[in-house]
């Protein structure tokens, strides 16, 4: 039955800017208008709520919030020691197991204020390496996990062909690896298909890096991901290791050789780009590619800096995503990417070109950016917009003495509010949290988290 909602904050940033108390008009799902509710439209009002775009994760990997805690030591204090551990709990979880901490990972998200996940998601086989009777059943557990929340999900399905120049598999990575473009090309054209009824689930494809796929499948895998009008997403650049193995095999750096390969265009996103030098930089811009940079988890793998600035000055647009789940702060993952650049220049205000564009530029990296990234319009709340948007808690104590100043209080919103002033996340203009917990219909807080904790002891023990 159609619906027509007029939700009416007490401040609501949509388009851009703020609008007071005007209503957000929602009608079967999308964006109808701002302003002045409609005859016949329900009333919601939301005293004490500041209603702003969803955010959004447009990179992830759902699984390693298993590995969150558990790889904090001397043994995995490298990108490739904590790799290691996130193999390991990689080859021990059953289909069960992987949508039962998937669930739980989206449910963290949700909480947060994501709206839309991007799952870069390479576990597709058993750990011998054999095919489920279902081939593409982990993918699909991942999307059921996604959509039992309530969350809109872009399945990111991964191809991976070799562990690397020369190197041979690791026994972990027979859950990952495929004999051909052709396997991943198939299941994406299946999942497309077996999904095509829910709006709310879509698919795009992902050569997982140049260290994991040789030219010949990025190529091909390129090509099929503009035939069939879907987004292409690769890691790229993530480490110096990476980028010497690359130039020593190719004789060029992973962005020169996704660029030889025809593998960068507006529809691309590179996960990471932090290893990149000014001609990197420059391909990345020209091509219109988008970089999703993942601060958090690069920080707590020391990758290092996602070199902002310059990208954005070529022309490349910036996304933003969880990646490995260490930490789970949306908006904490925008500051840190302007935090992670006052650092290494020495300077404040990095990314604030033109000035006083900081709070925006960070935001729409949260939000637009991440929408564009992973092929669905909107993250701005504009008319004809998906009608995704969380509830801020004005009261909140992380937002007191901005409110008086439109300028103050984006730039507080975006550069200082606490995780727990998030209150509730509505996707297609329905709520999925409401106060932190899940809404009815739903598997409750309390039910995901016993699943989760069964799960991690089963892996982990229960010392």
Not at 280 to 291: E, L, R
Request: contains cysteine; proline residues 8%; hydrophobic residues 45%.
């Amino acid at each position: 039955m159609p619906t027509l909602r007029a939700y009416v904050p007490d401040q609501l940033l949509a388009g851009g800017a703020f609008h007071g108390r005007e209503a957000l008009v929602v009608r079967d799902g999308l964006v109808d208008r701002i302003g002045q509710p409609p005859p016949g439209a329900e009333l919601v009002p939301l005293p004490g709520r500041m209603l702003v775009p969803g955010l959004v994760s447009a990179h992830g990997h759902a699984f390693q919030r298993a590995v969150r805690g558990r790889a904090e030591r001397r043994a995995a204090g490298s990108f490739w020691g904590w790799r290691s551990a996130m193999y390991a709990a990689a080859r021990r979880l059953d289909p069960d197991a992987l949508e039962k901490v998937a669930r739980f990972a989206f449910f963290e998200l949700a909480r947060a204020g994501v709206t839309c996940a991007g799952e870069f998601h390479y576990l597709h086989r058993d750990p011998d390496g054999r095919p489920y009777p279902d081939p593409d059943e982990l993918a699909l557990r991942v999307v059921r996990a996604a959509r039992t929340v309530g969350l809109r999900i872009v399945l990111l399905r991964a191809a991976y062909g070799r562990a690397g120049a020369g190197a041979s598999p690791d026994p972990a990575q027979a859950r990952f690896l495929e004999e051909s473009p052709a396997v991943a090309l198939a299941a994406v054209d299946r999942l497309r298909g077996a999904l095509a009824g829910d709006p709310l689930a879509t698919v795009g494809l992902a050569p997982h890096s140049v260290r994991a796929c040789p030219p010949d499948w990025i190529g091909a895998l390129a090509e099929a991901a503009r035939a069939r009008d879907i987004p292409l997403h690769v890691h790229a650049a993530e480490q110096p290791a990476e980028v010497a193995a690359c130039r020593a095999e190719h004789g060029r750096s992973p962005v020169g050789l996704l660029a030889s390969v025809g593998a960068l265009g507006p529809t691309t996103t590179l996960v990471h780009a932090i290893h990149v030098d000014d001609a990197d930089v420059a391909v990345i811009g020209s091509a219109g590619a988008t970089v999703c940079a993942c601060p958090l988890t690069e920080r707590n793998l020391g990758d290092g800096v996602v070199p902002a600035d310059r990208l954005l000055a070529a022309g490349a647009r910036l996304a933003l995503g969880v990646d490995s789940h260490a930490e789970v702060d949306p908006l904490g993952e925008a500051r840190a990417l302007e935090g992670h650049l006052r650092l290494v220049r020495g300077a404040r205000a990095v990314l604030d070109d033109p000035p006083g564009a900081l709070p925006a530029r960070l935001l729409d990296a949260a939000t637009a950016g991440g929408m564009a990234s992973l092929g669905i319009p909107g993250g701005r709340l504009d008319p004809g917009d998906p009608a995704d948007f969380v509830l801020v808690d004005l009261d909140d104590p992380s937002l007191a003495g901005a409110e008086a100043s439109p300028d103050a209080l984006l730039a507080t919103l975006v550069l200082g509010t606490s995780p727990g002033a998030v209150k509730s996340t509505f996707v297609g203009g329905e709520p999925i949290v409401e106060d932190g917990w899940t809404t009815p219909g739903r598997p409750t807080g309390a039910e995901l988290l016993a699943d989760f904790r069964e799960v991690m002891a089963e892996l982990w023990g229960r010392g």
